[in-house]
């Protein structure tokens, strides 16, 4: 029962999470692209810096940017903000739900770092702490006046936070945990940053004295880093589905990767949005499938054991391949799993049975025996030689 409702509050805890981030997201690339798409038209009203026209929805919509501020704000003046924070409360919570409460499954991998659970999580909320403190100090610092040191600085930043997650977390615990780092930067932005900012100005604007555009300036600054943040970020957060990811040995690379290649499909996004020549934005996304194909090439398996002749040789009976599994998998993968917080095989996948074994042979080369994303967090401590020897076993199976 109790396994029953937790899987629920997860489920329910994800949807939510997707449905704000999805919000959160499309706004936020809406009002980046219109931002860039804003042109100074002839006749413009007294205030308005430029304007954009766009068809969407069966109507044609002007749109007028004023900044600093117009000199009256209306009554129904609508805000932005509750998509970024309940990303960022359900993403949290998502984060106690699966992963502080199955710490010692999820989060902890004793071949990487043997920490009890409460150290883990203790260890988690203090680098999302942590991590804002260091990127907010950035912007506030004298680097950042410049764009492209400040960009540069925060790069280095996320891949030092994920060089140490990598040190201390299982493989899908360090990159869950580089999404959360940079959300949290994102979303604090929004709370502590670019609404306070605004309240400011609208809050000059009602007792009519003139604002400090330094607060839209900041604003605006921040805003374009969140753009560029989300679609690593995005990536992050489902990268538990890629053991080629998670399990890398250099995941910290295949992040800095990531982040370029994402920071530069957001810029081509952004300004094919805003209507520019293909011709002049091209570059970005030809950039990101290069750094996309040396990812590609550093995943790639090095060895093809199929034609590994030593592991052909090698003579693994039946019972011994059965026996790996029971050991190692089949506590969790079970029509009735013995292990803790399962009530039902993970993915509906069982291996009670020889037949069972056969039949996901080949999931099973990519979690267990080309990657060691399974046992989770290799609670069960498989060695090399296990992983090698059920291989053998896969590749005769497969040669039948
Ligand atoms: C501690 C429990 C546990 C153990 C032990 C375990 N698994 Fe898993 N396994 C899981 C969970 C949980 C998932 C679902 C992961 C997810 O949600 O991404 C899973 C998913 C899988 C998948 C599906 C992957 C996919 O997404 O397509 C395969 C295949 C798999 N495990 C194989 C194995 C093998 C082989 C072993 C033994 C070498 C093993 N597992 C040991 C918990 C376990």
Redesign the pocket.
């Known amino acids: 029962m109790e396994v029953f409702l937790s899987d629920w509050l997860n489920l329910v805890l994800r949807w939510g999470h997707m449905i704000a981030g999805i919000g959160w997201i499309g706004t936020s690339f809406y009002f980046i692209g219109l931002d860039v798409s804003l042109r100074r038209r002839a006749g413009a009203r007294e205030g308005v810096d430029g304007s954009a026209w766009e068809v969407h929805g069966g109507g044609f919509y002007h749109v007028e940017k004023y900044s600093v501020a117009p000199k009256e704000l209306p009554e129904d003046l609508i805000w932005f903000k509750w998509e970024a924070y309940i990303t960022w409360v359900t993403g949290f919570a998502l984060l106690v739900v699966q992963y502080y409460f199955n710490a010692s499954?999820y989060l902890i991998d004793p071949g990487v770092a043997d920490l009890a659970p409460w150290q883990a999580i203790a260890i988690s909320v203090t680098s999302l702490a942590v991590g804002w403190l260091l990127y907010d100090g950035l912007c506030r610092s004298p680097v950042g006046r410049h764009t492209v040191a400040l960009g540069l600085a925060t790069f280095v930043l996320i891949l030092a936070a994920s060089f140490l997650f990598t040190q201390i977390f299982s493989g899908r615990g360090a990159l869950i945990h580089v999404g959360a780092f940079v959300g949290t930067i994102m979303a604090v932005n929004v709370f502590m940053i670019i609404i306070p900012g605004q309240k400011k100005v609208a809050d000059a604007l009602m007792r009519g004295e003139e604002p400090d555009p330094r607060h839209g300036a900041v604003a605006k600054q921040r805003s374009v880093h969140n753009t560029y943040l989300t679609l690593p970020v995005l990536l992050m957060m489902v990268s538990?589905?890629y053991p080629m990811l998670t399990g890398h040995p250099h995941a910290w690379i295949l992040v800095g990767l990531i982040l370029v290649a994402g920071a530069l499909v957001r810029h081509g996004f952004v300004r094919h949005e805003a209507g520019d020549a293909l011709g002049k934005f091209a570059w970005a996304p030809a950039v990101a499938a290069v750094g996309f194909a040396v990812a590609l090439v550093m995943t790639a398996p090095t060895t093809d054991l199929t034609k590994d002749p030593a592991l052909a040789a090698l003579e693994v009976s039946d019972a011994e391949a059965e026996d790996i599994?029971a050991t190692?998998?089949a506590?969790?993968?079970s029509a009735n799993p013995a292990?803790e917080g399962?009530d039902d095989p993970?993915?509906d996948?069982a291996?009670d049975s020889l037949d069972e074994i056969r039949r996901?042979g080949g999931?099973?080369q990519?979690?267990?025996v080309a990657s060691d994303t399974?046992?989770?967090?290799n609670?069960?401590g498989?060695t090399e030689e296990d992983r090698r020897r059920l291989g053998a076993w896969l590749i005769k199976q497969r040669g039948e």
Do not use: D, S
Request: net charge neutral; hydrophobic share 35%.
């Open positions: 499954t538990q589905h599994v190692h998998c506590n969790c993968h292990h399962f993970p993915k996948i291996f996901y999931l099973i990519q979690q267990a399974m046992p989770l967090g609670e069960t498989m």
